[in-house]
């Protein structure tokens, strides 16, 4: 199945700095997700986008579903240590959801 | 509390046997679905069923089987046909629709499988 293209693979950051990532796909998708994984657990979903252009924020999350429905991207404000994980877009279309590969951040304190 | 519960969340098999990994939900969502996880990677589609009685392969199902007796739960086995079965199995669920339908899928905790 198709899997998106999700960038960065990896981030290393201070505590405090600002964190964007982003994924792109050849498909054009209804929803957009975002997800946030610890290890050993399940992903938790973070934001649903539903609209071309929405832009949706959770706190100090936003996250926007691109204009043309084939790309989306996730910034973090502010972080703090506590959001160390994997991060993972998907995209939906019908009962079919497709994944990006992830973006492993870690936070420095 | 609405959610999707699997178990156990550890689990080990000795070579050449079965082992059938629990997904419950009582979010009345009609579809289900089992992922796999190897580390460093993202997310594989190994099963999924739209529907009580029926369920589709996925993009890696050789050496899995499901059922799908009732709404609420979707059990994966892992059969001994499984060339390399140690991974982290999620579940999640989803509301059903049509192809221009939004939806939004939740995943239970996962169950770590290790082989031995």
């Known amino acids: 199945g198709q899997q998106l293209n999700q960038s960065p693979q990896s981030m290393f950051i201070q505590e405090g700095e600002d964190v964007s990532m982003n994924c792109t796909s050849s498909s054009i998708f209804n929803t957009w997700l975002w997800y946030k994984q610890d290890p050993g657990e399940g992903p938790v979903l973070l934001i649903a986008?539903?609209?071309?252009?929405e832009l949706t924020s959770n706190g100090r999350l936003t996250a926007q579903f691109g204009i043309t429905r084939k790309d989306s991207f996730l910034n973090i404000s502010a972080s703090i240590p506590s959001d160390v994980g994997i991060y993972f877009c998907?995209?939906?279309?019908?009962?079919?959801?497709?994944f990006g590969t992830g973006t492993s951040l870690t936070v420095i304190p | 509390d609405g959610g999707i519960t699997q178990s156990p969340k550890y689990l080990f098999r000795k070579e050449g046997q079965n082992v059938t990994l629990s997904c419950e939900q009582n979010l009345n969502h009609d579809a289900m679905y089992w992922y796999r996880q190897d580390p460093g990677q993202g997310l594989r589609l190994i099963y999924y069923?739209?529907?009580?009685?029926?369920?589709q392969k996925g993009d890696i199902a050789e050496g899995y089987s499901v059922s799908r007796e009732k709404k609420e739960s979707f059990p994966l086995t892992v059969t001994s046909a499984q060339k390399n079965p140690t991974a982290f199995y999620l579940c999640?669920?989803?509301?059903?629709?049509?192809?221009?339908?939004?939806?939004?899928?939740?995943f239970g905790p996962g169950t770590r499988l290790t082989v031995l």
């Open positions: 986008l539903y609209k071309a252009g």
């Open positions: 999640a669920s989803s509301l059903s629709g049509g192809a221009f339908y939004f939806n939004e899928q939740f």
């Open positions: 998907a995209g939906q279309f019908g009962n079919q959801f497709y």
């Open positions: 069923s739209q529907i009580v009685n029926d369920f």
